[in-house]
């Protein structure tokens, strides 16, 4: 009963066990937004030809920019709805308080995973960035308002903004057309982030991104 399911976890590698054909297959029943981490290795991001509209100057000029993304399996990211960027700014004391909506790799635009599942929620093909004298002006999914950002695609995260929270030993029966965000929280298997709210798990770290964004928009 979801309306969006996202698994903020990078799946780079080939399944051991031979899952993959059935994980791709599931992804492209269910409306699915999954992960890839930009990289200073020369790496290929994304298969996904996602449209996206350039109002204004060289956007290239003031987003953070990698040279390349550690990106989904190919059949995954085909399979899935959509493939977003997990990328934090921390600040010099390496706390996380702003967030970069989108960055620049192998001369494409890619939105950051809160973005990209805003726009497969409303089911647009599409994202617009404007570009003015001074940088990032605005971003918008066009089913939903303007996003007003800094000049370099940032937000501040609004960290009042926290999920329900559910264990996979009790999930309720129907989501009820919510965003799902799948995350880990064991030991060694997902890292805190360091917030101004304290340390939080990476998914609720996006989960507080998008109930921004929904504030923003």
């Known amino acids: 009963g979801a309306s969006t399911i996202v698994i903020p976890v990078l799946m780079t590698e080939k399944d051991r066990l031979g899952g993959d054909p059935d994980l791709a297959k599931t992804l492209a029943k269910t409306p ?5 981490t930009p990289t200073t290795q020369n790496k290929k991001p994304d298969a996904v030809r996602r449209g996206v509209a350039v109002m204004g100057g060289d956007p290239y000029v003031w987003l953070y920019s990698w040279p390349g993304a550690l990106s989904p399996r190919p059949e995954l990211a085909q399979s899935a709805k959509g493939v977003g960027t997990t990328v934090a ?12 909506l989108v960055i620049y790799s192998k001369e494409q635009l890619h939105p950051a995973l809160a973005l990209e599942v805003l726009r497969v929620a409303a089911g647009d093909p599409s994202f617009q ?11 918008r999914v066009p089913q939903f308002g303007k996003i007003a950002t800094d000049d ?3 937000i501040w ?4 903004k926290k999920p329900v929270e559910h264990s996979l030993a009790k999930l309720p029966k129907d ?21 101004s709210r304290g340390e939080v798990w990476p998914h ?14």
């Open 32 to 36: 699915s937004v999954i992960a890839q």
């Open 89 to 100: 700014a921390p600040e010099v004391d390496g706390v996380v308080r702003r967030m970069p």
């Open 129 to 139: 960035i404007k570009i003015g004298d001074m940088g990032v002006e605005a971003l």
């Open 152 to 154: 370099l695609s940032r």
């Open 157 to 160: 995260v609004d960290w009042s």
């Open 175 to 195: 989501f009820n057309k919510v965003i799902v965000i799948v995350g880990i929280s064991a030991a060694g298997l997902a890292n805190p982030v360091a917030t």
């Open 204 to 217: 609720d770290m996006q989960a507080s991104v998008l109930g921004t964004l929904d504030r923003l928009s």
